[in-house]
Every structure is written in structure tokens, then in C-alpha cells.
């Protein structure tokens, strides 16, 4: 499976963004999805997981202001972010496992190469 990640870039406080993710080399619909973020000088953290039931875990510094979804005909994913805030300024990473499961960890099997997110102020 290869990923990739885009739709980063500058916006102001308070704005949105919409990140995707394409997948190709095979369909995602029964895989494990998640985004991750790292900041500079910080470590790669987990924004949303989602596993192919649906059962989804949402980070509480983004709860309520992003959402995960994922559109299957397309094969990709989709990370909606509003409301967003400096310290949302970071990488962005969308990660796939086959395993299907909820996973709150770094272990998943496939990483998409990031696109980044600056939030000014």
C-alpha cells in the first residue's frame, strides 16, 4: 500500500483545512486509518484513529474541531480540520495498518511522507 498525504498549507487562527489521502496498491476500506502530526522539536503524535468498524478515538486537543472520514469509491481518507490553532501547526502523517483494529500506537504498517499544516496567528 502506498499513501500519500496533501491539502497542507498556511492558514490563519480560526481557519480550515481539508488533508487527504490517497491509497493505491490496495483498498482501504477494511484497513485501520489514522492521522499523526509531529511539530518541530517534538515527537509524532496520534491526532485520530479510526478502524474499518468505524470505532474511532479522537485526541482531546482536536476533539470537536476534526474529523476523520473516508470515501471508498475513491480510496481515500480525509482529515477536516477547522477551527484550527497554532499549535496545530505541524506535519501531518496519514498511517494505514491491515490489521483493521483501533490502534492509538506509531505501529502501523503503512505511512503516507506528510504535508504540513502552519497555523498563524
Known amino acids: 500500500v502506498q499513501l500519500q498525504a496533501y491539502g497542507g498549507g498556511l492558514v490563519q487562527t480560526r481557519g480550515y483545512l481539508r488533508l487527504s489521502c490517497a491509497a493505491s496498491?490496495?483498498?482501504?476500506?477494511?484497513?485501520?486509518i489514522a492521522w499523526f502530526r509531529q511539530a518541530p522539536g517534538k515527537v509524532r503524535e496520534l491526532v485520530v484513529a479510526?478502524?474499518?468498524?468505524?470505532?474511532?478515538y479522537y485526541a482531546d486537543s482536536v476533539k470537536g474541531r476534526f474529523t476523520i472520514s473516508r470515501d471508498n469509491n475513491k480510496n481515500e481518507v480525509y482529515l477536516q480540520m477547522n477551527s484550527l490553532k497554532p499549535e496545530d501547526t505541524a506535519v501531518y502523517y496519514c498511517?494505514?495498518?491491515?490489521?483493521?483494529?483501533?490502534?492509538?500506537?506509531?505501529?502501523?504498517?503503512?505511512w503516507g511522507q506528510g504535508t504540513e499544516v502552519t497555523v498563524s496567528s
Open positions: 496498491g490496495s483498498p482501504l476500506s477494511r484497513y485501520a
Open positions: 479510526t478502524s474499518y468498524t468505524r470505532g474511532t
Open positions: 498511517a494505514a495498518d491491515p490489521s483493521g483494529s483501533l490502534r492509538l500506537s506509531l505501529e502501523y504498517a503503512y
